[in-house]
């Protein structure tokens, strides 16, 4: 039986975005001799979106490797400490400015008035509260009762995305074809949209995995019962360690690539080495760079 969505009084996150770095770590970024887990490349090097993603992945890679004996071999003597790198999806392998954010953001307001009953004003402050309580909207939905399917739910908000406003990336392609390490997406987005916006990028054969909500909740299509099953998202851990499992992976050998902080942190707990992802506009910087200790590593191939 459908709850009825009538007014509710709702209790204030269970926990606080993290919106800026600590005291301790901004000394350590603004020292020179900062060591090289703490190196943060915050002026913008890189015109445009194109040039400077393709450039975040090798800097990337360049910046975590130890160069070989001799000097003048390239990069292609150099020793990666990565044999897997996971990518998110939104926001990082395209900019914020195809506007898809934004529109996903209406759409759940759209769904909160239309199939909940709720006010314009009240969607709109609703969708904020639990996705920093909850992780997403449709979690914080189910975890308060709500008899909503996962299928429902996502056909609603991603079938009416402007995908036009995603162009093919052949520069983005071409470095990620370069790219010898396994290459996986991991997002919290369902399939049919997670492979629709690949897809639009010309890149989804690139990729050896699309780990998306469905990997991670298998079991919310059998479930009759929306507290029967929690709905799990990035940054849960339980959602990271099915994630890892399914991908088979080693986290100390793995980078992970993201664009939310709370994910990021997420991922560093669960012994990634991590690269977060700052976009501005058509453009992206590398932000703080947090690396494991590695052991011995093979060359890139």
């Known amino acids: 039986m459908r709850l009825s969505c009538g007014p509710r009084v709702y209790s204030a996150s269970k926990f606080e975005t993290v919106t800026q770095r600590s005291s301790h770590h901004q000394q350590c970024l603004s020292n020179p001799r900062a060591p090289r887990h703490l190196l943060s490349i915050n002026s913008p090097p890189f015109p445009v979106f194109k040039a400077r993603f393709l450039l975040f992945i090798s800097h990337t890679i360049l910046l975590l490797s130890s160069s070989s004996s001799s000097p003048t071999m390239g990069i292609n003597s150099l020793v990666s400490p990565f044999d897997a790198i996971i990518f998110d999806l939104d926001d990082t392998l395209y900019p914020s400015t195809t506007g898809i954010d934004r529109c996903v953001k209406r759409n759940i ?48 908000v991603h079938g009416r995305l402007p995908y036009d406003s995603i162009k093919p990336d052949v520069q983005l392609r071409n470095l990620l074809c370069t790219i010898k390490q396994r290459k996986i997406v991991f997002t919290n ?60 992976v080693e986290p100390r050998r793995t980078l992970f690539l993201d664009d939310s902080v709370r994910n990021i942190a997420a991922g560093r707990e669960m012994g ?13 910087r590398l932000g703080v760079v947090h690396s494991q200790p590695t052991q011995p590593s093979k060359k890139l191939k």
């Open 109 to 156: 307001e759209l769904f909160l008035i239309e199939k909940c009953g709720f006010s314009e004003s009240k969607a709109a402050h609703l969708r904020v509260e639990l996705f920093k309580t909850y992780g997403s909207t449709l979690a914080g939905l189910r975890a308060l009762g709500y008899d909503i399917t996962a299928e429902e739910y996502h056909s609603f």
């Open 189 to 248: 987005s369902d399939r049919i949209h997670a492979m629709r916006a690949l897809d639009r990028l010309g890149i989804s054969d690139c990729f050896e995995q699309v780990i998306c909500f469905e990997t991670i909740n298998p079991n919310l299509p059998n479930s009759t019962r929306p507290d029967e099953f929690p709905v799990l998202l990035k940054p849960s851990l339980d959602a990271f360690r099915i994630a890892l499992d399914a991908a088979n």
């Open 272 to 284: 990634l080495q991590t690269v977060l992802a700052l976009l501005f506009g058509y453009g992206m």
